[in-house]
Nanobody, 123 residues
């Protein structure tokens, strides 16, 4: 599976931003797509994931209620809509793909990764 990300950029605190991740290479029926982020000097943090087959999604505690993960079956694309952004959300965001029908948080389970997109939230 190849993952190509788009989106990212600079946004003021309180603003919104949407990241996209287009997948290609195989059917995603038995896959889970996820988003992770990593800020300089910090460990990779789980953000959200979605089961491709039915859209079931889970979120990390730090983004719950502010971020929404979704997918477009026709476009084979997963999105991360981010709102009420704070400077603490600044990081490089990665989409990833796991061969799993369970919606999972562990980054080690994700086999394929996008190139990443920088999100910077100004105060």
């Amino acid at each position: 599976v190849q993952l190509v990300q788009s989106g990212g950029g600079l946004v003021p605190a309180g603003g919104s931003l949407t990241l996209s991740c287009a997948a290609s290479g195989r059917s995603l029926t038995y896959y889970t797509l996820g988003w992770f982020r990593q800020a300089p000097g910090k460990e990779r943090e789980y953000v959200a994931s979605i089961r491709w087959s039915d859209g079931d999604a889970i979120y990390g505690d730090s983004v719950k209620g502010r971020f929404t993960i979704s997918r477009d079956n026709d476009k084979n694309t997963v999105y991360l809509q981010m709102s009420s952004l704070t400077p603490e959300d600044s990081a490089r965001y990665y989409c990833a793909c796991a061969y799993s029908v369970a919606v999972i948080r562990e980054p080690g389970a994700y086999l394929f990764w996008g190139q990443g997109a920088q999100v910077t939230v100004s105060s």
